[in-house]
């Protein structure tokens, strides 16, 4: 009798595991109020609708937005609504993926993080591109470094350098801000036509976004006979417009680089970066699988599929560069004047 109980214990187990789980909870845990991380939760949940999981219809969706606190995100997925009983947890940005990772590794709960651009780096994941082999899986919030950066320097190279192109590089210690900082001075060094010149300031909770700005300001000026030019970093201060309108306010130098995909449109040279619109579509099959029944541990973490890049001509031609045609093309319409 205690052999044929254990036996329909297990045939139910893997029932459970082979056919959708119905009326799902998906928690979205948000690590900031900052345009990219809303922009991907909406995008996000558009797919999931468009591909039947509707909200208060046929699964529950729960957003919580930590502001920046890492502990606060820590409590509510310790303490959660009492009628909150997640059955998949997307996080969204470094912060709220690494506390959800400190909470639930290696639990049940499946674990899906979204706009990470160094999951590696924040410890979770030990490498891209392959299984994790654990309840984490996620999209990188990432393009190869090398090919970002050899777009930009053949545009920024029309002009005659007689040394490295100077590039200032201001930011809080931000995990995914230092992440993309060690990788581009890597690159760099490799390159050996470029430099990064870099000052790190304080991460702060959104509550002082403010005063990070400020401080952040104070280092723009310091380094107006340091460099060249300016690069939005990846992280806090470089999701949000008012960094660029600070940039652009505190100093002549050009933005080579700008981080979101409306910096282009405010002034910077170029904008380069992941589709939130090809993300979210990917997640959500990736959520959607996982719902389904296939472990989070065999689908590997990558790059999204698609990239936005824009372009100012305006600021293009006031510095007296030359953009080729092939990068022409591929910012199509997002060209700005």
């Not at 205690?2 to 979205?28: A, D």
């Not at 999931?48 to 208060?56: K, T």
């Not at 652009?248 to 939130?276: C, K, Q, T, V, W």
């Amino acid at each position: 009798m205690k052999r044929l109980q254990l036996l329909i214990f297990f045939l139910l187990f893997s029932l459970n595991i082979l056919f959708p789980i119905e009326n799902p909870t998906i928690v979205i845990l948000e690590s900031m109020s900052v345009p990219v991380v809303q922009a991907h939760t909406q995008s996000v949940v558009e797919n999931l609708e468009q591909l039947g999981y509707s909200n208060d219809r046929n699964c529950k969706i729960v957003i919580f937005n930590a502001d920046g606190d890492y502990e606060k995100a820590k409590d509510f997925l310790l303490h959660p609504p009492k009628d909150i009983h997640p059955d998949i947890i997307v996080s969204n940005a470094t912060l709220a993926s690494k506390a959800a990772a400190e909470i639930y590794r290696n639990s049940k709960i499946p674990l899906v993080f979204v706009t990470v651009a160094d999951p590696v780096g924040a410890g979770l994941i030990e490498g891209i591109g392959q299984p994790t082999g654990t309840n984490i899986t996620g999209s990188v919030y990432s393009i190869d470094r090398k090919i970002k950066m050899d777009l930009i320097m053949r545009v920024i190279k029309s002009k005659d350098f007689r040394g490295p192109v100077r590039v200032g590089y201001v930011s809080t210690d931000y995990p995914s801000s230092l992440g993309e900082l060690r990788e581009l001075e890597l690159v760099a060094e490799e390159r050996g036509d470029i430099e990064f010149i870099s000052r790190i300031i304080p991460f702060r909770e959104d509550s002082d976004f403010k005063l990070m700005l400020g401080e952040a300001a104070e280092q723009v000026k310091e380094l107006k006979n340091q460099i060249d030019y300016f690069w939005e970093p990846r992280g806090p201060l470089g999701e949000s417009p008012a960094y660029t309108e600070m940039l652009l306010r505190e100093s002549e130098h050009m933005i080579i680089y700008g981080n979101r995909n409306d910096s282009a449109e405010m002034g910077a040279l170029i904008s380069f970066g992941p589709d939130p619109d090809i993300i979210g579509r990917e997640v959500a099959l990736m959520i959607i699988g996982i719902l389904d029944g296939t472990p989070p541990g065999e689908i590997s973490p990558n790059p999204p599929s698609g990239f936005w890049l824009g372009l100012n001509i305006q600021t293009a031609i006031r510095e007296n560069l030359v953009i080729p045609t092939d990068i022409l093309e591929l910012a199509k319409e997002n060209i700005f004047y």
